[in-house]
């Protein structure tokens, strides 16, 4: 699809919600405690079910019964505690999602009205290019790109980026290690003005998480013009 052809597919509500992939939020949440009440489930079933050799009618028994098993030994405290934990957590974490899950559909209209709203006043749809750095994400190493106007004249975007990747080259682990904590402390990983990650990068640009699914985001800058607080939004149906 021509940038010219996804503007005008983004001009329209409708459009612009069927095209883009809007921030998960709410349904992340309430999905997790949903999937974490079915793994204590589990662990509450399996507890119950080594401790009483598999006799069903005491598992039904003593399926909500917190102090059902006694533990004995070292660790037996811990094990006393993840039982409570195994019992009781289900008890909170499944009301928790439904009540995220339907928060999530009652507001997700107006969050996508909102976001139609702020993208006609002050976004713009973006180019992501590799800028060949990760960031430190909790546990693993997550890529960051340059993005900056689709509509800009070809190499606008790829060129900076280029540029950046073949520095980074240059620079040894400490180097590199400086490069990513700067990104990280700039608010990479969300989104940043470009020249707080790096002053050579393109003021009119920013940098974020590399994304899946296609070279074309949507951003839509802060309403106050700050560096920090940029949404970016992938676009469906398009070829990684």
Aim: glycine fraction near 10%; hydrophobic fraction near 50%.
């Amino acid at each position: 699809m021509s940038i010219a052809a996804l503007q005008n597919q983004l001009s329209t509500p409708s459009g612009f919600a069927a095209a883009v992939k809007a921030p998960k939020g709410l349904l992340t949440g309430a999905i997790g405690s949903l999937v974490a009440a079915v793994f204590m489930v589990g662990m509450n079933l399996f507890q119950l079910g080594d401790a009483s050799g598999w006799d069903w009618k005491l598992i039904e028994r003593y399926f909500l019964t917190a102090d059902a098993i006694e533990f004995t030994g070292r660790r037996s405290g811990v094990a006393e505690m993840l039982r409570y934990v195994w019992v009781w957590g289900p008890v909170l974490m499944v009301p928790l999602g439904i009540v995220l899950l339907i928060l999530h559909f009652a507001m997700k209209g107006r969050k996508g009205a909102q976001l139609f709203a702020d993208f006609q006043q002050r976004g713009w749809i973006g180019r992501q290019r590799s800028l060949a750095v990760s960031v430190q994400n909790g546990k693993t190493q997550t890529p960051i790109a340059l993005v900056g106007p689709a509509a800009a004249p070809e190499g606008y975007v790829d060129q900076p980026a280029m540029q950046f990747a073949e520095w980074t080259k240059t620079l040894d682990k400490k180097g590199i290690r400086e490069v990513s904590n700067t990104a990280l402390k700039a608010g990479a990983l969300i989104a940043a003005a470009a020249p707080t990650v790096h002053p050579n990068l393109p003021a009119d640009m920013i940098v974020t998480k590399e994304q899946k699914g296609g070279e074309l985001v949507v951003v839509i800058p802060p309403a106050n013009g700050a560096s920090k607080g940029h949404k970016v939004l992938m676009i469906k149906g398009q070829n990684a």
